[in-house]
Antibody, heavy 116, light 110 residues
Framework: EVQVVESGGDLVQPGGSLRLSCAAS????????WNWVRQAPGKGLEWVSVIYSEGRTHNADSVKGRFAISRDSSKNTLYLQMSSLRAEDTAIYYC??????????WGQGTLVTVSS | QTVVTQEPSLTVSPGGTVTLTCASS?????????PNWFQQKAGQPPRPLIYDTINKHSWTPARFSGSLLGGKAALTLSGVQPEDEADYYC??????????FGGGTKLTVL
């Protein structure tokens, strides 16, 4: 059975850092394309970051230079390292697999709140 | 900055048919944008419905279909059910690994 579980969300002060995790079972993080997508309270979906099977990464302009996507093959886990956090980064963060130009498996999300 | 535009809201009667569209500020949406469609209900993660323009996931009900229509990506619901009331989002792929979600359509079944 496929399972995707995000964790690491928390309340953090502006300017702070946080690392999110996404543990996958039934799927292989290192051999697929994986993304982070976020949703601010009451707002729409926003694509954040992608990592390809060969390791190449790409970020949305809104997080460029502040967020970094990575993975640990031994733990079959995806990460999002977030720094210089701002109030507008407050959102539920989802990880999602991208297979054959389709986002198929998503986690339930983890909430990040940036506030003093 | 690339913007993807959807109808903010639509209303459909039970049993009816409705088409949601997804337009790109860069021009006509093509199969090279690999349109995806997602359904989201309150408090839940997005549920994938359509990928790569027309393809359905194994869990996608038959009443949902994807297409290209007049330079836009389209999601058509035929024989709408009350449980189809939800927010719907499209996603387009662009060169340079960029992906952009549309702003979402709130579908009311009334």
């Amino acid at each position: 059975e496929v399972q995707v579980v995000e964790s690491g969300g928390d309340l953090v002060q502006p300017g702070g850092s946080l690392r999110l995790s996404c543990a996958a079972s039934g799927l292989t993080v290192s051999s697929d394309v994986w993304n982070w997508v976020r949703q601010a309270p009451g707002k729409g979906l926003e694509w954040v970051s992608v990592i390809y099977s060969e390791g190449r990464t790409h970020n949305a302009d809104s997080v460029k230079g502040r967020f970094a996507i990575s993975r640990d093959s031994s733990k079959n886990t995806l990460y999002l390292q977030m720094s210089s956090l701002r109030a507008e980064d407050t959102a539920i963060y989802y990880c999602a697999r991208d297979a054959d130009w389709g986002y198929d498996y998503w986690g339930q999300g983890t909430l990040v709140t940036v506030s003093s | 900055q690339t913007v993807v535009t959807q109808e903010p809201s639509l209303t459909v009667s039970p049993g009816g048919t409705v088409t949601l569209t997804c337009a790109s500020s860069t021009g006509a949406v093509t199969r090279n944008n690999h349109p995806n469609w997602f359904q989201q209900k309150a408090g839940q993660p997005p549920r994938p419905l359509i990928y790569d323009t027309i393809n359905k996931h194994s869990w996608t009900p038959a009443r949902f279909s994807g297409s290209l229509l007049g330079g836009k990506a389209a999601l058509t619901l035929s024989g709408v059910q009350p449980e189809d009331e939800a927010d719907y989002y499209c996603l387009l792929f662009y060169g340079g690994a960029q992906r952009v979600f549309g702003g979402g359509t709130k579908l009311t079944v009334l």
